[in-house]
């Protein structure tokens, strides 16, 4: 089940479905060039779920749209997406609308704004199927239908009739996912599937997502900055810190075995049910870094406990560090082996007084003019 | 916690990307915020500017927009005080008539034997007296009375709401053209064309300040104040207001090129300003005929109201730009 | 949708008779419609001038004479003219030759807005949408009155030469006492609409498609856009079918609400051209204090405004699933 990326030990049992090789994209801008994707590689097998975990800025969902040419006439793409023998990235326009919603399709973030509201949903499920395969409307309506139903919106007949905004939020969400598995792709690139939707809606659509994967055979890319979401589902987590991955392996020993400090503080940052007791949170303090303007060495040093001064000199590359798969980028990943917990590494929360106090002290000025201005009227 | 202290702006997004959150956009523009005390300082650092610096920062970007300003100055300096500096008078009659430009006369002479020139200057001087004055008046009337509609709502805004409604329900021209020809005894005063045209502009701002209050007013940093116990008067002035300055000062800008447009319109058709006083508007009318023989006559007053109405507009979107870069839309 | 219609339109009713009582209070108490009666010299009799107060209704007070005044106009009677005219036919008459402008007008400005911001929208950054945006500030900034002039004294000329006979006309809207078949007649009427109507289309379509090119910029950057891309449609197809189908809705509004701008351009429009329209009738109308023709005039005005703002209402809500069960 694991991939193969460069350094990790041969274990293949098939050929990936998708490779992604050294993909790096830059966007030019008034401000100077943003390194958005700074070398991101990758192997996804078939049937496999890679789940790509990172803050926004991390590049996660610029690389995604890199795979399918999706972004904008400005952005500098370079590197290798290995599909079917051809690289995608070297693709003209269209060529690449054959490939995409037939053989790589892509489910977007936020159901609300994702379906056009001037067509029925069952119009665009049909549109999708037409682009792609030759079959005379009817049949094509009808398979809308059955999609509409194999994804649980109930009454799928009556409803493929229906215009989006008459839909919620997670059955937008169901269709879209519809709508990407109408063509029986290879790949299914969910990008954030669930962020904008409420947690018991999530985990509906998660469930959908899978049982599409599972009567589609399709690999998924599924990215997400929600460890709960990727811990559920995923055989493989890429964790990606300012446009590069800085971790990758198989799910458990990402969870279980972290040895990049930013993992390590992304987990103990969550809060946990099966936690004892009063266990505290450990937040990462700070912010990501601009990508404009990166220093060199690690980018995450600036926020890392464990940090020293070699990390501000040289920026780690991506090595393995235990099994056949686990790769991490960390010039002290060895420091995190065995069982390091996240409040050894990192301080824990506190709040912040200060700024309680200085809260108080405003009320009270608050109410002393309110206070006056009675007064006066008086 | 209520207030408006000033808010840092992220690094630009890619300059053509798109506006949706998911888009590579959204992903780049990377807070920096404060880093707290503990963790070292790699950052590079940012200055805090108030948010008046930046919008001028962004507006002195704009370099069409700045030029149009250094050029609309110029006219509106020009014509408010060049009438007094120029050796001929609006009224003077030389005894050169019907003359193409020259060193003597630049803007050529008129049938009567007006120096074009100085009838120019008089013409550009009264525009944009009504001009100016219908922003000041307008805006101020039509700020306030928005305000107070969008925050109390009620009946004061139901009232509002109609009534520039039915204001909207006739053109400009037609009903400013109705007032300006009844007020025959006041005929042709800059003033009072000014008043009318105010009376009917203010709707405008006062629409746009309303829904700015009426969305502004539901903004949690407004909840905020009131918890803490901040007047009404207050949260209008110290809070919403400020909020609401980017529109009103772009409006105001918009109501200047629609006020030039609409009083050389009204002298035009004979409803404005009269003679023996003179406007642009008049000045077209004179010329009008003689637009092939003498083209001075005609072009030099058109051009002067496309100059002025073009720079305002270039230095109205700058300002637009300036206050907001985010935001695509024209019209409000 | 009908009832969507029907409460538009019962919506529509007060505003309608509260602009009645605005508009007759505004134009009852301005200027003295016996003014030029009274300055005659030498003077008529007093009975006269009396008689015709009694005509006018002018001795009546304030709220009697408007509500005598509107009873009649719901009744279709608008009174006379100064000059013994009957108002009705005479207004219906010239809103029969302005509506020719202002319909072609209307339809002129919204292809070339629609042409000029999509192009500028697909072409953003580029020289094609700077040229466009240039243009359009330089014809929101251009006085309707003087771009008319221009196009009458120097394009009419031109373009009689270019055919080699008079084919544009520039005064009136129709040749006078025109004898023809009715193919000729409306051959007659193009060469006088001709100018007219492209001088107030110029100067509408400016911030008609400055409106569009960023409403196009919006459809184009949108989410679903995006997802039809990515479900491997069609370039054109995604352009048309999506795009362009979300980014007209807009404007029909805009131009519909727009309309009373149209009108006004018009009104100054056909003074340069000298057209019997509805802009001679007003003016003529406050010239001579013409109490009836005025009210008369602004009244049927703003009932054919509210009814275009009701038509865009119905339009959108056409165009736009979302509105429909509003």
């Given at each position: 089940?694991?991939?193969?990326?460069?350094?990790?030990?041969?274990?293949?049992?098939?050929?990936?479905?998708?490779?992604?090789?050294?993909?790096?994209?830059?966007?030019?801008?008034?401000?100077?060039?943003?390194?958005?994707?700074?070398?991101?590689?990758?192997?996804?097998?078939?049937?496999?779920?890679?789940?790509?975990?990172?803050?926004?800025?991390?590049?996660?969902?610029?690389?995604?749209?890199?795979?399918?040419?999706?972004?904008?006439?400005?952005?500098?793409?370079?590197?290798?997406?290995?599909?079917?023998?051809?690289?995608?990235?070297?693709?003209?326009?269209?060529?690449?609308?054959?490939?995409?919603?037939?053989?790589?399709?892509?489910?977007?973030?936020?159901?609300?704004?994702?379906?056009?509201?001037?067509?029925?949903?069952?119009?665009?499920?049909?549109?999708?199927?037409?682009?792609?395969?030759?079959?005379?409307?009817?049949?094509?309506?009808?398979?809308?239908?059955?999609?509409?139903?194999?994804?649980?919106?109930?009454?799928?007949?009556?409803?493929?009739?229906?215009?989006?905004?008459?839909?919620?939020?997670?059955?937008?969400?169901?269709?879209?996912?519809?709508?990407?598995?109408?063509?029986?792709?290879?790949?299914?690139?969910?990008?954030?599937?669930?962020?904008?939707?409420?947690?018991?809606?999530?985990?509906?659509?998660?469930?959908?997502?899978?049982?599409?994967?599972?009567?589609?055979?399709?690999?998924?890319?599924?990215?997400?900055?929600?460890?709960?979401?990727?811990?559920?589902?995923?055989?493989?987590?890429?964790?990606?810190?300012?446009?590069?991955?800085?971790?990758?392996?198989?799910?458990?020993?990402?969870?279980?075995?972290?040895?990049?400090?930013?993992?390590?503080?992304?987990?103990?940052?969550?809060?946990?049910?099966?936690?004892?007791?009063?266990?505290?949170?450990?937040?990462?303090?700070?912010?990501?870094?601009?990508?404009i303007n990166l220093p060199p060495g690690c980018p995450f040093s600036p926020r890392c406990p464990?940090?020293?001064?070699?990390?501000?000199?040289?920026?780690?590359?991506?090595?393995?560090?235990?099994?056949?798969?686990?790769?991490?980028?960390?010039?002290?990943?060895?420091?995190?082996?065995?069982?390091?917990?996240?409040?050894?590494?990192?301080?824990?929360?506190?709040?912040?007084?200060?700024?309680?106090?200085?809260?108080?002290?405003?009320?009270?000025?608050?109410?002393?003019?309110?206070?006056?201005?009675?007064?006066?009227?008086? | 916690?209520?207030?408006?202290?000033?808010?840092?702006?992220?690094?630009?997004?890619?300059?053509?990307?798109?506006?949706?959150?998911?888009?590579?956009?959204?992903?780049?523009?990377?807070?920096?915020?404060?880093?707290?005390?503990?963790?070292?300082?790699?950052?590079?650092?940012?200055?805090?500017?108030?948010?008046?610096?930046?919008?001028?920062?962004?507006?002195?970007?704009?370099?069409?927009?700045?030029?149009?300003?250094?050029?609309?100055?110029?006219?509106?300096?020009?014509?408010?005080?060049?009438?007094?500096?120029?050796?001929?008078?609006?009224?003077?009659?030389?005894?050169?008539?019907?003359?193409?430009?020259?060193?003597?006369?630049?803007?050529?002479?008129?049938?009567?034997?007006?120096?074009?020139?100085?009838?120019?200057?008089?013409?550009?001087?009264?525009?944009?007296?009504?001009?100016?004055?219908?922003?000041?008046?307008?805006?101020?009337?039509?700020?306030?009375?928005?305000?107070?509609?969008?925050?109390?709502?009620?009946?004061?805004?139901?009232?509002?709401?109609?009534?520039?409604?039915?204001?909207?329900?006739?053109?400009?021209?037609?009903?400013?053209?109705?007032?300006?020809?009844?007020?025959?005894?006041?005929?042709?005063?800059?003033?009072?064309?000014?008043?009318?045209?105010?009376?009917?502009?203010?709707?405008?701002?006062?629409?746009?300040?309303?829904?700015?209050?009426?969305?502004?007013?539901?903004?949690?940093?407004?909840?905020?104040?009131?918890?803490?116990?901040?007047?009404?008067?207050?949260?209008?002035?110290?809070?919403?207001?400020?909020?609401?300055?980017?529109?009103?000062?772009?409006?105001?800008?918009?109501?200047?090129?629609?006020?030039?447009?609409?009083?050389?319109?009204?002298?035009?058709?004979?409803?404005?300003?009269?003679?023996?006083?003179?406007?642009?508007?008049?000045?077209?009318?004179?010329?009008?005929?003689?637009?092939?023989?003498?083209?001075?006559?005609?072009?030099?007053?058109?051009?002067?109201?496309?100059?002025?109405?073009?720079?305002?507009?270039?230095?109205?979107?700058?300002?637009?730009d300036a206050f907001d870069p985010t935001q695509t839309r024209v019209r409000a | 949708m009908t009832?969507?219609?029907?409460?538009?339109?019962?919506?529509?009713?007060?505003?309608?008779?509260?602009?009645?009582?605005?508009?007759?209070?505004?134009?009852?108490?301005?200027?003295?419609?016996?003014?030029?009666?009274?300055?005659?010299?030498?003077?008529?009799?007093?009975?006269?001038?009396?008689?015709?107060?009694?005509?006018?209704?002018?001795?009546?007070?304030?709220?009697?004479?408007?509500?005598?005044?509107?009873?009649?106009?719901?009744?279709?009677?608008?009174?006379?003219?100064?000059?013994?005219?009957e108002v009705r036919p005479l207004l219906f008459r010239r809103l029969g030759v302005t509506m020719?402008?202002?319909?072609?007008?209307?339809?002129?400005?919204?292809?070339?807005?629609?042409?000029?911001?999509?192009?500028?929208?697909?072409?953003?950054?580029?020289?094609?949408?700077?040229?466009?945006?240039?243009?359009?500030?330089?014809?929101?900034?251009?006085?309707?009155?003087?771009?008319?002039?221009?196009?009458?004294?120097?394009?009419?000329?031109?373009?009689?030469?270019?055919?080699?006979?008079?084919?544009?006309?520039?005064?009136?809207?129709?040749?006078?006492?025109?004898?023809?078949?009715?193919?000729?007649?409306?051959?007659?009427?193009?060469?006088?609409?001709?100018?007219?109507?492209?001088?107030?289309?110029?100067?509408?379509?400016?911030?008609?498609?400055?409106?569009?090119?960023?409403?196009?910029?919006?459809?184009?950057?949108?989410?679903?856009?995006?997802?039809?891309?990515?479900?491997?449609?069609?370039?054109?197809?995604?352009?048309?079918?999506?795009?362009?189908?979300?980014?007209?809705?807009?404007?029909?509004?805009?131009?519909?609400?727009?309309?009373?701008?149209?009108?006004?351009?018009?009104?100054?429009?056909?003074?340069?051209?000298?057209?019997?329209?509805?802009?001679?009738?007003?003016?003529?109308?406050?010239?001579?204090?013409?109490?009836?023709?005025?009210?008369?005039?602004?009244?049927?005005?703003?009932?054919?405004?509210?009814?275009?703002?009701?038509?865009?209402?119905?339009?959108?809500?056409?165009?736009?699933?979302?509105?429909?069960?509003?």
């Open positions: 089940m694991a991939g193969v990326l460069p350094g990790q030990q041969a274990a293949q049992t098939a050929a990936p479905v998708l490779e992604v090789k050294d993909l790096t994209v830059e966007f030019p801008t008034d401000d100077g060039i943003v390194y958005a994707v700074r070398g991101v590689s990758f192997a996804l097998e078939p049937g496999d779920v890679l789940g790509i975990v990172g803050e926004s800025g991390s590049g996660k969902s610029v690389t995604s749209l890199a795979i399918m040419g999706l972004l904008p006439r400005s952005a500098r793409v370079r590197g290798e997406v290995r599909f079917q023998g051809r690289n995608l990235l070297r693709l003209g326009e269209g060529e690449l609308t054959g490939v995409r919603g037939k053989q790589i399709s892509m489910i977007f973030q936020d159901p609300m704004t994702s379906l056009n509201p001037v067509y029925t949903v069952g119009w665009q499920l049909q549109e999708a199927i037409l682009a792609h395969q030759d079959v005379p409307k009817e049949q094509a309506w009808e398979r809308s239908v059955e999609l509409l139903d194999l994804v649980g919106i109930p009454n799928a007949r009556e409803r493929a009739r229906n215009y989006p905004h008459e839909f919620s939020g997670g059955m937008r969400q169901r269709a879209v996912i519809a709508m990407a598995m109408t063509n029986d792709p290879d790949v299914i690139i969910a990008d954030e599937p669930t962020t904008a939707l409420d947690v018991t809606i999530q985990a509906q659509v998660l469930d959908t997502l899978e049982r599409v994967q599972e009567s589609a055979s399709a690999a998924i890319i599924l990215i997400t900055h929600d460890l709960g979401v990727v811990a559920g589902m995923a055989d493989q987590v890429l964790v990606m810190y300012a446009g590069k991955p800085v971790e990758v392996g198989p799910t458990d020993a990402i969870y279980y075995d972290p040895r990049m400090p930013y993992t390590l503080g992304l987990l103990g940052s969550l809060p946990r049910l099966d936690a004892r007791g009063t266990e505290p949170l450990t937040p990462i303090r700070g912010a990501p870094p601009s990508l464990m940090s020293r001064s070699h990390c501000d000199a040289e920026e780690p590359a991506l090595r393995l560090v235990a099994g056949a798969s686990h790769l991490a980028a960390c010039h002290f990943a060895e420091e995190l082996a065995g069982d390091v917990r996240a409040e050894e590494v990192f301080a824990t929360a506190e709040a912040d007084l200060r700024a309680l106090e200085e809260l108080e002290e405003l009320g009270d000025l608050e109410q002393a003019e309110a206070g006056d201005q009675e007064r006066e009227r008086a | 916690m209520a207030d408006t202290r000033p808010r840092q702006t992220p690094p630009k997004a890619p300059a053509s990307g798109g506006a949706s959150p998911a888009a590579p956009g959204g992903e780049h523009g990377a807070q920096v915020h404060d880093v707290p005390q503990t963790a070292p300082e790699r950052e590079f650092t940012i200055e805090r500017r108030s948010q008046a610096q930046m919008v001028l920062r962004r507006f002195l970007a704009h370099r069409l927009a700045v030029a149009s300003l250094v050029v609309l100055l110029l006219v509106i300096v020009g014509s408010l005080i060049g009438g007094r500096l120029w050796k001929y008078d609006y009224a003077d009659i030389t005894d050169e008539f019907s003359t193409p430009p020259s060193l003597a006369h630049p803007m050529g002479t008129d049938d009567i034997g007006h120096d074009s020139m100085a009838r120019i200057l008089r013409g550009a001087q009264k525009s944009v007296q009504v001009a100016l004055l219908v922003a000041l008046l307008s805006t101020t009337f039509g700020a306030v009375l928005g305000a107070l509609a969008g925050y109390y709502r009620g009946w004061l805004d139901s009232v509002l709401m109609r009534f520039t409604d039915l204001v909207l329900t006739v053109p400009y021209i037609a009903l400013t053209a109705v007032l300006a020809g009844t007020l025959a005894d006041r005929a042709g005063n800059w003033f009072y064309i000014a008043l009318v045209l105010a009376a009917l502009l203010w709707t405008y701002i006062a629409r746009v300040v309303r829904g700015q209050f009426l969305s502004l007013r539901e903004k949690e940093f407004v909840e905020a104040a009131r918890a803490l116990g901040a007047s009404d008067r207050r949260i209008i002035f110290r809070h919403l207001l400020p909020n609401a300055t980017g529109a009103i000062i772009v409006n105001a800008t918009i109501t200047v090129a629609v006020a030039i447009l609409l009083e050389a319109a009204l002298s035009y058709l004979g409803v404005g300003i009269r003679p023996p006083d003179t406007s642009l508007g008049l000045l077209v009318q004179d010329g009008q005929q003689a637009a092939t023989t003498r083209p001075w006559l005609f072009y030099f007053p058109g051009v002067i109201i496309i100059v002025i109405a073009l720079t305002v507009n270039f230095v109205g979107d700058g300002l637009r | 009832s969507f219609i029907v409460r538009r339109l019962l919506i529509s009713i007060p505003v309608i008779l509260l602009s009645s009582v605005l508009m007759f209070l505004l134009v009852a108490n301005s200027g003295d419609p016996l003014a030029e009666l009274k300055g005659r010299n030498p003077p008529p009799p007093p009975s006269v001038i009396e008689l015709r107060e009694k005509e006018l209704n002018l001795d009546k007070p304030l709220p009697q004479r408007y509500a005598y005044w509107v009873t009649h106009f719901f009744r279709g009677d608008m009174g006379k003219a100064v000059d013994g005219r020719r402008m202002v319909t072609l007008a209307l339809f002129l400005a919204l292809f070339l807005a629609i042409v000029v911001g999509v192009l500028s929208a697909v072409r953003q950054y580029t020289a094609t949408d700077y040229a466009f945006t240039f243009a359009g500030f330089l014809f929101l900034s251009t006085p309707v009155f003087w771009l008319a002039a221009l196009l009458k004294e120097y394009a009419a000329i031109r373009l009689n030469q270019l055919f080699g006979e008079q084919v544009i006309y520039t005064v009136g809207e129709a040749t006078p006492n025109f004898e023809g078949t009715f193919a000729e007649r409306v051959a007659d009427w193009a060469g006088h609409l001709a100018l007219p109507t492209l001088a107030l289309a110029l100067i509408t379509f400016a911030s008609w498609s400055r409106y569009q090119r960023s409403t196009m910029l919006d459809v184009l950057n949108s989410d679903y856009i995006r997802l039809a891309k990515a479900k491997g449609l069609s370039r054109s197809r995604v352009m048309i079918r999506h795009a362009l189908r979300n980014a007209l809705i807009p404007l029909t509004t805009v131009a519909a609400i727009d309309f009373a701008a149209i009108l006004g351009g018009a009104i100054i429009t056909e003074r340069v051209f000298s057209w019997h329209g509805l802009g001679a009738l007003l003016l003529d109308g406050i010239r001579e204090n013409d109490v009836n023709v005025v009210l008369a005039w602004l009244m049927v005005t703003s009932i054919l405004v509210v009814v275009f703002n009701l038509i865009a209402d119905v339009l959108y809500g056409v165009l736009d699933p979302r509105i429909r069960y509003g």
